[in-house]
């Protein structure tokens, strides 16, 4: 294949004048474009030549011999004057000029150049600065834009912005040691009443343009849509926003924000569901395995059975069944419980417990303790109720040990024993600083102490002034609370049928230990003494 050369050049011509005519020389092309007939003949009309040979032009051009052909006679050359033409993009948009160099003649001044803009419908987007640079240095054959209209800005559509996660992803925690923990899935959206859920970012409007021609190019504006408004969520003030109205778990359920008071798990707490941490009321149909924790701001509701799992309510614990804790469960309520039995377990609950059967497990009531059904049992393990214990069988025929205690609020009991524990806790770091004191405060009057010495001394002195305030403090709320353990307890334990011995039973301050089989009895603090009546007479 032949090699093509880089350096092609089209054919040219030109015209001159003389005194014997005008003369046309055509150049031939090498590798590119030849010269054209009907290019020759516009410039010789445009250059105004009279009494043209026509057959000498057309030979001149076929022939291309860069020789002077005469083609008119002798005759003056007309002067051409610069030529220009504006062109509107087919959108109006853009205006641009084309400049022909003049031949001879006049450039093209200012004033030509806008009255060509004004006579091609030009109104609008002038650019001045383009117009006063082509005047002044004109650029010739060349495209050059000096009107450009502004692009209409189309509206933006409203859109929500979502504060929780559209689709939960199982993601079980990594704890710092890189092991993972399967039980912590953090599969529920949680929210408060008052909670911000979506917030709607209005939509914009657009901003109409406007062409070269002056004609207005309408915007399209952004699209508004409703705020997804479901069950439990509430419009804003400001009709931006939703705002949940309970305390529960957040979903988008059919394109609706939805907020669910209670969270309702179909099956067993166990892998598959993870941890539950719920801020309304838990509802389990199945059952909750060992190892496993519910955690709810309202009432938990268990219908299977709960294994060595914790549970922690801000309200009431049903369960329907019972719990088998192992020695491992855990049942606080800030509210009731109510189970079919309690074995082996922690429970703890600042109202009421009833049951049908608690065995050996560990229990803090705040209020009554009941023992009823077919069983009524109360044997094995440590028993503190608040006010009354009622049953139909304490203890064993094995004389099986089981200690209750009636008359006080276990949770006053146990502040009173952290206040005495911070108490001396609190005396031994004043003691510290009132020695750090006692060493320096010699050097100090003599005004010999260093600098870092001068501060640990200051250091001490309010040290100890905050333990001797702090302690005065404990020591009100102390007086205070052996001031609501001395008064008359009203504590009570009933048992319908009968209390074994090896139980050993506290009312207050006063204890009696079960040495026979006591039978359809109530049990009462008179004085110093816990007496015995029957069971119906108090």
């Not at 099986?400 to 952290?418: M, N, S």
């Amino acid at each position: 294949m032949e090699a093509v050369s880089k350096n092609k050049k089209n054919g040219f011509y030109n015209i001159t004048y003389g005194e014997e005519g005008v003369f046309l020389k055509v150049f031939p092309a090498e590798g590119g474009k030849e010269v054209e007939l009907s290019d020759v003949m516009n410039r010789i009309e445009k250059k105004k030549i009279k009494d043209v040979d026509t057959e000498a032009v057309n030979m001149a051009v076929n022939n291309a011999a860069s020789q002077p052909v005469k083609i008119a006679g002798p005759q003056e050359e007309s002067l051409i004057d610069a030529s220009a033409s504006v062109l509107v993009s087919p959108d109006a948009m853009k205006g641009h000029i084309i400049i022909v160099p003049p031949e001879g003649g006049k450039d093209f001044d200012r004033a030509q150049i806008y009255e060509l803009i004004d006579k091609a419908g030009i109104k609008y987007g002038v650019k001045k600065e383009a117009v006063e640079k082509l005047a002044e240095n004109p650029q010739y054959n060349d495209m050059i834009c000096i009107a450009e209209g502004t692009v209409p800005q189309n509206g933006e559509d409203a859109k929500i912005e979502f504060f929780f996660e559209l689709k939960k992803e199982i993601k079980p925690s990594i704890s710092k040691d890189g092991t993972v923990d399967y039980r912590e899935l953090d599969l529920i959206s949680n929210v408060k009443a008052g909670d911000r859920l979506c917030t709607k970012i209005p939509p914009k409007p657009g901003i109409s343009g406007i062409n070269v021609k002056g004609e207005v190019i309408t915007a399209i504006s952004g699209k508004d849509i409703n705020l997804p408004k479901g069950k439990n969520s509430n419009i804003s003030e400001d009709g931006l926003s939703l705002i949940s109205a309970v305390d529960g778990q957040v979903e988008m359920v059919d394109g609706k924000v939805v907020v669910f008071s209670t969270y309702e798990v179909a099956d067993d707490v166990d892998n598959s569901t993870g941890n539950i941490k719920f801020v309304g009321n838990v509802v389990i149909r199945g059952n909750v395995l060992s190892g496993f924790e519910v955690e709810s701001g309202g009432n938990v509701e268990v219908w299977g059975v709960v294994e060595g799992a914790r549970i922690k309510a801000g309200g009431d614990i049903i369960l329907r069944r019972g719990m088998q804790g192992m020695d491992k469960g855990v049942l606080i309520s800030e509210g009731d419980i109510v189970a079919k039995f309690i074995e082996h377990s922690n429970v703890q609950a600042a109202g009421d417990i009833k049951s049908e059967a608690v065995m050996h497990s560990r229990l803090k009531c705040g209020k009554r303790l009941e023992l009823s059904g077919r069983k009524g049992l109360l044997v094995g393990g440590s028993y503190k109720v608040g006010k009354e214990i009622e049953a139909k069988v304490i203890g064993s025929p094995m004389a099986t040990f089981t200690d209750i205690e009636v008359g006080v609020d276990p949770a006053i009991r146990e502040r009173y024993k952290k206040v005495r524990d911070e108490i001396a806790s609190s005396k031994s770091d004043m003691l510290k600083a009132a020695q750090i004191i006692k060493l320096l405060s010699k050097l100090n009057s003599q005004g010999l102490l260093p600098p870092d010495k001068k501060e640990l001394y200051n250091k001490s002195v309010r040290t100890k002034s905050f333990y001797l305030e702090k302690i005065n403090s404990l020591n009100e709320e102390k007086k205070e609370l052996e001031n609501r353990m001395s008064e008359d307890v009203e504590g009570k334990v009933r048992a319908s049928n009968c209390i074994y011995q090896g139980t050993k039973v506290t009312i207050g301050s006063c204890v009696m230990y079960v040495k026979e089989k006591l039978q359809y009895c109530l049990l009462y603090r008179d004085g110093a003494d816990v007496r015995i009546l029957a069971y119906d007479q108090r």
